[in-house]
């Protein structure tokens, strides 16, 4: 039989055990707020001439859930509190440091770009294993001064982010995971396109000859 001393211990860890995991399951139902971590990728390189145009990137949110990008459900089925991105500053951010790699100065006053992000929502379910999220993102970017004009989407599906139980209960790494993917994918489109290049150049009396440019940047 199990001395007093050893019932007391398996007791104190089992409620320990119980205490952190409702801890964690009600965490989950608190708002979240994820964070921009935007890395612009290797094959973004300088633009010859891009030095010589300063750039001053201006983003509006558009969006009708404003800066509310998810809100998931558990394996019951039942909603997690709104999950929350500052759409302005995080958007901002993450083109001002592409800008940056491909050679422009970052700046005001400079040429302007105007980049309305119009929809992001992404819908997030939990498994044993990994948080899986699915949504899609649109964003129109413009430089009005030579009338340029793009829409940019992004589609994904079956995002996955595998985490230990503790990291799922909770899910902020996987919302902060799936929320940059989206980031990356749209700004990088953004900055790969000659013709977005292109026209940011003439915007910037830069008199620069722009490179053939692949797919990737």
């Known amino acids: 039989m ?10 104190k860890v089992a409620f320990l055990g119980v205490a952190f995991g409702l801890a964690g399951c009600a965490s989950a139902y608190i708002p979240d707020t994820v964070h921009n971590h935007y890395k612009a990728p290797a094959s973004l390189t300088k633009v010859p001439g891009a030095e010589n145009v300063t750039v001053t990137v201006d983003v509006q949110n558009h969006k009708k859930r404003h800066d ?7 394996v019951l089925g039942i909603p997690f509190a709104g999950v929350y991105l500052h759409i302005d500053k995080a958007f901002k ?3 001002d440091t592409a800008l940056t790699k491909r050679g422009f100065e970052v700046g005001a006053p400079g040429t ?10 992404m819908h997030g379910d939990v498994f044993t294993a990994a948080v899986s999220f699915d949504g899609d993102l649109l964003m129109q ?38 929320a940059n993917a989206f ?6 489109q ?19 000859v722009v490179p053939r440019l692949s797919a990737d940047g």
């Open 2 to 11: 199990m001395d007093n001393k050893l019932l007391k211990t398996a007791a």
């Open 68 to 74: 509310e990008i998810s809100r998931s459900k558990d």
């Open 93 to 95: 951010t993450a083109m």
């Open 112 to 121: 302007h770009v105007l980049v309305v992000v119009k929809h992001f929502y």
């Open 141 to 178: 970017v413009s430089i009005p001064s030579v009338n340029y004009t793009h829409l940019v989407t992004v589609n994904k599906k079956k995002l996955e982010s595998s985490s230990s139980w503790g990291q799922l209960v909770t899910m902020s790494p996987g919302r902060t995971y799936a």
């Open 183 to 188: 980031i990356s994918a749209a700004v990088n």
């Open 190 to 208: 953004v900055v790969s396109n000659p013709k977005f290049i292109t026209a940011l150049l003439k915007a910037g009396h830069a008199g620069a």
